[in-house]
């Protein structure tokens, strides 16, 4: 009977132990990717220095390798997808969690979740054979005849480029923004709701001074969490951003963002310099989209525990 | 002069509008996209799509068949590597896990969840391709569970969190071994909850393209065996719709249909089910 009971401990720890094991391989993983990008991406960085980032010019024949127009065209497509997202997911939130009749909601936040579903690559196929000749012949011109003035919109109107992929990419990150948000709002007590009706506020006014003061550190971290998708997006961006690593203030102008140009470039790299230094720029990913899920998860986090994955609904 | 409570109203009956406005504006480029995937989708499919390899540029018909194939062989491959140690993960963090190890594994899952997938499929090409001095099936199967592990891990974990503690202390009051309650009784009752979220993970990972680039490569050719470079239908989607052929682009379509209806098949099919599960919530 000793003998049974002791196996059963032995079992236990065992058992134990190999979910452990499990669990680390998590660990495991990261510092694998971390040292395999930081090893290649070494001979670019010992050559460029700190001009590896600041260099303007991006010339895989030349061995010229400065990441700025990378990092622009990365920065400038993701903050043009948060402009555009970021007040139709909070609308699109409010909607569902505040105002919608109770039969709409759920099906309605099931539709905003398929975007979810669709492969990048088919957002890119979409974005280059629609979006972009609709971009092309009809959106830019006219942006091109009311707001030309502005340095934004200036330029042939190719549509290919800055514009297309920061549209795409705002599709691509709305549905992660609005379900953490309407999670989020959900989470606000309707006291809150309930006092600023009491006073005699009007629903607007209730949702804009009691419901997302209340919940504006979850809402920050999910739009934080939707540019770290945009900062990293690969396919759908590739395919209509134009693929050309300059830097220029129009949206019409074609750009190339980190993602992109590994993408374009990795599988046929020239040397190995050139190897090296898409190493690097996915380094550089690496840290930023890291840094940028750390802080959104803590926001996140700290404003409640959202449940993850099939049981958030 | 309008008074203050009339302008109060119409302000709100604008901003309460704008959300609709918004909310009608998200479900605009969903039906777009499922409309021209359909429509543009449909005419290529044939006999030839589901039977023949891909024609020479060039030639007029071939189909995909072995993209078709080269999807579902890197799934399984991924599932079947992604699947144990996520699970296992999951229910380390339920069961077992404790203290900073947990909060780590637990935070890591979720910062490795948004970690691109280029990148991914970039430190594969350095650790196994360069090894295998060749791109491989299994090397784009080892990219594809390393996007699957964390979401079944975070999944199987909050499940587990669910099933009441009272079944666990029962199991051990009637003596049974840890094992055996994680098995027989936690396990047990979490089934569905875990099924669904390994069909979730399995229709995010099938739409990959990012990480198959520099792993799986691509081949116009039927798969071959494990460390043979492969088909798959994202990769194809990319490269035909790229090329200036009217031809490939209409197969990109086709191609694009059957994915997009594998994958939201799928995830409907989960969303269902884990809506039943939860006792229609």
Known sequence: MVGKAGRGKIKDTLFAGISGLAALSIIFIIIVMLYELVVGAGPALARFGWDFLTGTRWDPVREQFGAWPLIYGTLVSSF?????????SLGIAIYLAELAPP???????????????????VYGLWGLFVLVPWLRTTVQPFLGNTLGFLPLFQGPPLGMGMLAAGLVLAIMILPIITSIT????LAVPSSQREAMLALGATRWETIRMAVLPYGRSGIVGAVILGLGRALGETMAVTMVIGNRPQVSLSL??????????????FTEGFNEMHLSALLASALLLF?????????????????NKIPQGVSRE | MVSRGLKRKL????????TVVATAAALVPLASILYYVAVRGLPALNLDFFTKLPAAVGEPGGGLANAILGTIILVLLAGAMAVPVGILTGIYLAEFGRGRLAWTVRFLCDVLTGVPSIIVGIVVYSTVVLTMKRFSALAGGIALAIIMIPLVARTTEEILRL??????????ALGAT???????VVLRSAMGGIITGVMLATARIAGETAPLLFTALNSRYWPGGLTDHIASLPVYIFTYSTTPYEELHRLAWGAALILVVMVLTTSIAARLAARRLNGGR
């Open chain 1, 103 to 121: 039969w709409l909601r759920e099906p309605v936040a099931f539709l905003v979740e398929l975007l979810a579903a669709i492969p990048s690559v």
């Open chain 1, 252 to 265: 019409f102008h074609p750009g190339q963002t980190i993602a992109s140009v590994i993408a374009n470039e």
């Open chain 2, 163 to 172: 099933v009441p503690q009272s079944l666990r202390e029962a199991s051990l």
């Open chain 2, 11 to 18: 302000w709100n009956r604008f901003m309460l509008a704008l």
């Open chain 1, 287 to 303: 840290v930023i989209t890291l840094l940028v899920n750390i802080l959104a998860r803590l926001m996140v986090w700290r404003m």
């Open chain 1, 182 to 185: 309407r999670e989020v709002l």
């Open chain 1, 80 to 88: 043009v997808a948060l402009a555009l997202a970021v007040p139709l």
């Open chain 2, 178 to 184: 840890r094992v055996r309650t994680v098995r027989s």
